[in-house]
């Protein structure tokens, strides 16, 4: 196991981490590296043309990833991070291929969880968060089933006990409207008030 100092050195060394959220554990590389994310889908497994979500520790940091941050975007922001909302919104075109895979869209959101903030601010840069799990099993909720999934693949654990599991809600931010892709720690009802002027 290690600390969130370890698992920064890793990140920045180019490897994967995992580390706690609030709803599951994550798999982390630097989003900004693409032989970073090159090797999180390779030991992942993850499925072709599946986007891959990012956390950022504060809205400047969303701006290193996102092409444009809309008013509507802003205010879910303001009202929602940090938090179980994903936003979707249009990716900057230098972003690394796999994180959009070719959606031109990048879903990031401001963690909650303490432990999973601190890594990204003090790595200075978004961390990919796709749950720790192969594709087609079931997520990590403790570091020991990420452990066994990924064994000596993954150069820095960062235990954070069990998480519960409940994923978070997705929202795409389309012209001036908000589309719910996706309903999990965040009702409906509570992100369509926080978008209201």
């Given at each position: 196991m290690g600390g969130v100092g370890e698992a920064v050195a890793v990140l920045e060394a180019g490897g994967l981490v995992v580390f706690p959220t609030e709803s599951v554990y994550g798999l982390g590389a630097d989003a900004t590296s693409?032989?970073?994310?090159?090797?999180l889908v390779a030991v992942r497994g993850r499925e072709p043309g599946k986007p891959i979500l990012v956390l950022a520790s504060d809205l400047a940091m969303v701006a290193t990833v996102a092409h444009e941050i809309s008013p509507l975007a802003r205010r879910l922001a303001e009202r929602l991070w940090p938090g179980g909302v994903t936003l979707v919104l249009p990716a900057r075109a230098d972003l690394p291929a796999a994180l959009t895979a070719g959606t031109w869209t990048i879903g990031?959101?401001?963690?909650?969880?303490?432990?999973?903030?601190?890594?990204?601010?003090?790595l200075g840069r978004p961390?990919?968060?796709?749950?720790?799990?192969?594709?087609?099993w079931a997520p990590a909720t403790t570091i020991a089933e990420a452990r066994a999934y990924f064994r000596t693949d993954v150069g820095a654990y960062v235990d954070?006990?069990?998480c519960d599991g409940a994923a978070s809600t997705v929202v795409a931010i389309e012209g001036g409207a908000i589309r719910i892709l996706r309903e999990g720690r965040v009702?409906?009802?509570?992100?369509?008030?926080?978008?209201?002027?």
């Open positions: 693409a032989p970073a994310v090159e090797r990031v959101r401001v963690p909650a969880h303490a432990t999973a903030r601190d890594l990204v601010a003090r961390v990919t968060a796709p749950s720790a799990n192969p594709g087609g954070g006990g069990r009702d409906a009802a509570t992100v369509r008030r926080a978008a209201e002027e």
